[in-house]
């Protein structure tokens, strides 16, 4: 298994409607979670965090379930200006202190 | 606020060459990282520096040397550059390994 996957897509979703990505993580020890968005090219930046608890900045929430390894984002109200890939991030701090990209799931919204 | 730089930008050498790609920070992160980014392939680590001094190989590290004599610099070099290693090169920094990374803009190399 690999240590990070997603679904490469492209996901297709029309203006207005609400989308979700998972991105599942192989090492049970890993300690920090992030989603990061890549415009065509351009460098990653950091759309959020994810943390234990869940969380929410504005149309987008990120969610963490750790017992089936895996971190989701949700976008609600998609507008043409969220398509991008976003590259979800696990960090395996016990391990050898790297970070670690998925390989980014693709997102064209479509008008 | 400069953050992340890296130096060149664009470049083509031919087989052979051999070049050094420059990345600073002036954020007095920790915590270092070069990445290649290919098509369908995503981010490949290819050395990080947990700190001044250190350097550590990533997944792809063969071909590549890397340094990191002062805190806000990172070197990524290529003794022997070769076609396969065209590609787009980003460097990141953050604070601590479990902390938000920010990227340069890239470096994008061709090897004819």
């Known amino acids: 298994r690999k240590e990070v996957e997603q679904d490469p897509g492209p996901f297709n979703v029309p203006e207005g409607a609400t989308v979700a990505f998972n991105c599942t993580y192989s090492n049970s020890a890993s300690q920090s979670f992030f989603w990061y968005r890549q415009d065509c090219r351009k460098e990653p930046k950091l759309l959020m965090s994810?943390?234990?608890s869940g969380n929410e900045d504005g149309r987008f929430t990120a969610q963490l379930n750790r017992a089936s390894q895996y971190i989701s984002l949700l976008i609600r109200d998609s507008k043409l200006s969220d398509s991008a890939t976003y590259l979800c991030v696990v960090n395996n701090l016990n391990r050898d202190d790297k970070i670690i990209f998925g390989k980014g799931t693709r997102l064209h919204i479509l008008p | 606020n400069a953050g992340v730089t890296q130096t060149p930008k664009f470049r083509v050498l031919k087989t052979g060459q051999s070049m050094t790609l420059l990345c600073a920070q002036d954020?007095?992160?920790?915590?270092m990282y070069w990445y290649r980014q290919d098509p369908g392939m995503g981010l490949r680590l290819i050395h990080y520096?947990?700190?001044?001094?250190?350097?550590a190989k990533g997944e792809v590290p063969d071909g590549y040397n890397v340094s990191r004599l002062k805190k806000q610099n990172f070197l990524l070099g290529l003794e022997s550059a070769a076609p396969s290693q065209t590609s787009v090169y980003f460097c990141?920094?953050?604070?601590?390994?479990?902390?938000?990374?920010?990227f340069g803009q890239g470096t994008r190399l061709t090897v004819v």
């Open positions: 954020m007095n992160h920790e915590y």
């Open positions: 990141a920094s953050s604070r601590q390994g479990n902390t938000e990374a920010f």
């Open positions: 520096s947990v700190g001044e001094g250190t350097t």
């Open positions: 994810v943390y234990s």
